[in-house]
Structure formats: structure tokens, C-alpha cells
């Protein structure tokens, strides 16, 4: 007979499903009562400070650390199931301290995952040369640098076409060129249809480059959604910053004093920089058209994502001392 993968749970649409998930290490509360949906072919940031519960989270979803309670299925299965076993060699994972065996070849340590996790070593070659690998494919790895075994680490994640990708840290190491050729191989595997979990420090580079993204603090996520509804909902004011000709801050003062929340300051250059409300923005743009050739440039700059993890965690904290934001 032939051997059939089970069907997937029918109670899971989504990629990855979380419920109530608790993970406690003595009084350590590391993942406290998450709920979390992510869906099919979406690229998904989890961002949070060190200790706030990411890397435990993402262990729960893979399986290797058991939750102290709640449920959570993957590829729709559940990760304690009795078919998770088979679902795992659909997904791929990158940790973020990847451990290589010095004495193998990159070629070698490929194709000893690949029999690890029941993939074809004839995809090897061109995974390595996926990742910009092949022309140093039989050297021993000890000779790699740290980004080099970097690569190697994400060419293991892609062995037998995941469906769902965890990638932890995934650019550590990497130059500027590697880190666009990682993000545009992510780009391609998005269009496929593949889901994809990331998580990062470098929040700059997430921005621009995820669906949507959770911010998680002290065990529990504090924030869920896009880029732009977290601007939305934390309600950051905007920066302006204005080139202005000589005298013509003096005949902008009376306007812009007359819209309630704008504070100014004056840096170099002649620039005047603006924080303005977010539903204020339409107001000071009529105050600054009202200007004429005295404006000689704007910019308007959202708040970047580092500007809002850095936001929400000081709410956090006049939450946490009882102070009302």
C-alpha cells in the first residue's frame, strides 16, 4: 500500500494556529496565553526584545519544546499529534546559532540533512548554488565564513520544498548583497505559496518586507498587524521637516501655532522639523501650501517599525507603573 500523508485537520485553514499556548520555566512565565493565526503564504514578523518569548515560541511551533498547555497545529496538524512527524518534513527551519560538522563539505552536510529529513540529495547542488554556494561547495566547512555558513544553514531550511519556513536570525552574518538575494529568494517562495515565519533585531529590515508582523513582550503579544495599521493604532505623530527660505519661518509661526499638538525644532541647514498628530496632517499641509515659495521642500516621514516597538514598549512600561499614556 502506498504511503499516504493524513489529511490535515480540518479545524486549521491557516498555516499556523496558536491557542492559549503557555510555555513556564519555573516562575519564568516565557510564553504566557498566545493566541495567533497565521495564513497560508504570508510572510510574518515576530519581533520582540531578548527574553521576550520568540525563540520559545517558535520551539513550541516545531515541536522541539512541549506547551504546558494550550493547542497548536502547523501545516494543520497538531504539533503533538501522532502525523506531525510526517507534516515536520514540509517545513523548514533555520535556527538562529546554525552548528555545522567542520569536516564536511558543504555538498556533504547538505546531503546528510537531506537524508535526515527524507529529501532528494539530488536537489543539493542547486540549493547550494540557490544560495551562492556552488563554487565553494566541496570545500570543508571549516574554511566558511560566518555568513557562508549562514547560507548553508538556509539551503538545510529549503530541503524538500517546505510549505511553512521558521527562520530565526536569519540574516546574522550576512553583507548588504546576501541579505537582498536572501530576501528576494523569500520573495520568490512567497509567490509559490509558501508561509513564512521571521524573526529579527534588525527591525529595519523587516518593515518593508512583511504582511504583517506581532510584537511580543514578557511571554505575550502586545501588538498584531501590518506595519501600517500599528502606525494606525499607536497613533505616532508624523515628522515634517521643512526647507525653508531665509524669513520664512517668521510668516509660518501664527499658522502652525494655531493647530493644537504641533511642536517644532529647528535644525541645520535652515530645516524646521514638525512632529504633527496623524489626524492633523491635512491641516498643517493647508497651514504650509498657505506658505508659497517661502517652502522650498517637505518631506513627511511615518513612524519607521523601530520607532514603534521602542513606542509601544514605553507604554508599556507607564502602564506597568500605572501612569496613563
Known amino acids: 500500500m502506498a504511503n499516504v500523508s493524513p489529511?490535515?485537520?480540518r479545524a486549521a485553514a491557516e498555516a499556523i494556529r496558536v491557542r492559549g499556548a503557555v510555555r513556564h520555566f519555573g516562575a519564568v512565565r516565557a510564553v504566557d496565553g498566545v493566541d495567533l493565526d497565521v495564513q497560508r503564504g504570508e510572510v510574518f514578523g515576530l519581533i520582540g526584545h531578548n527574553g521576550a518569548g520568540k525563540s520559545t515560541l517558535f520551539k513550541m511551533m516545531l515541536g522541539l519544546i512541549e506547551a504546558g498547555a494550550g493547542e497548536i497545529q502547523v501545516a494543520g496538524h497538531a504539533v503533538n499529534g501522532?502525523?506531525?512527524?510526517?507534516?515536520r518534513r514540509r517545513i523548514g527551519y533555520l535556527p538562529e546559532n546554525v552548528v555545522l560538522y567542520d569536516n564536511l563539505s558543504g555538498l556533504e552536510t547538505l546531503r546528510f540533512f537531506?537524508?535526515?529529513?527524507g529529501a532528494a540529495s539530488h536537489e543539493c547542488p542547486a540549493l547550494l548554488d540557490r544560495v551562492g554556494l556552488s563554487a565553494v561547495a566541496t570545500r570543508p566547512v571549516r574554511g566558511y565564513s560566518k555568513g557562508m555558513r549562514q547560507r548553508l544553514g538556509f539551503a538545510q531550511a529549503l530541503l524538500g520544498a517546505p510549505q511553512v519556513l521558521f527562520l530565526d536570525e536569519p540574516t546574522n552574518g550576512l553583507?548588504?548583497?546576501?541579505?537582498?538575494d536572501f530576501y528576494a529568494t523569500l520573495h520568490d517562495l512567497r509567490s509559490r505559496g509558501v508561509t513564512i515565519l521571521i524573526t529579527s533585531h534588525i527591525l529595519a529590515e523587516l518593515q518593508e518586507r512583511v504582511d504583517r508582523?506581532?510584537?511580543m513582550a514578557s511571554g505575550r503579544?502586545?501588538?498584531l498587524g501590518s506595519v501600517a495599521q500599528l502606525r494606525e493604532r499607536l497613533d505616532m505623530p508624523l515628522q515634517f521637516d521643512l526647507t525653508l527660505a531665509d524669513g520664512a519661518e517668521t510668516s509660518?509661526?501664527?499658522?502652525?501655532s494655531a493647530v493644537p499638538g504641533v511642536s517644532t525644532t529647528a535644525i541645520e541647514g535652515g530645516v524646521l522639523r514638525l512632529h504633527v498628530p496623524r489626524q492633523l496632517?491635512?491641516?498643517?499641509?493647508?497651514?504650509?501650501?498657505?506658505a508659497g515659495p517661502g517652502l522650498r521642500d517637505l518631506r513627511i516621514v511615518e513612524p519607521s517599525l523601530e520607532d514603534l516597538f521602542f513606542g509601544l514598549r514605553h507604554r508599556a512600561d507607564m502602564a506597568k507603573d500605572g501612569v496613563p499614556s
Open 82 to 87: 501522532r502525523h506531525f512527524r510526517v507534516a
Open 213 to 215: 508582523l506581532a510584537i
Open 175 to 180: 553583507d548588504p548583497q546576501a541579505i537582498r
Open 7 to 9: 489529511p490535515p485537520d
Open 252 to 256: 509660518l509661526t501664527p499658522g502652525l
Open 221 to 223: 503579544i502586545c501588538a
Open 114 to 117: 537531506a537524508r535526515l529529513k
Open 281 to 290: 496632517k491635512m491641516q498643517v499641509l493647508g497651514v504650509l501650501c498657505a
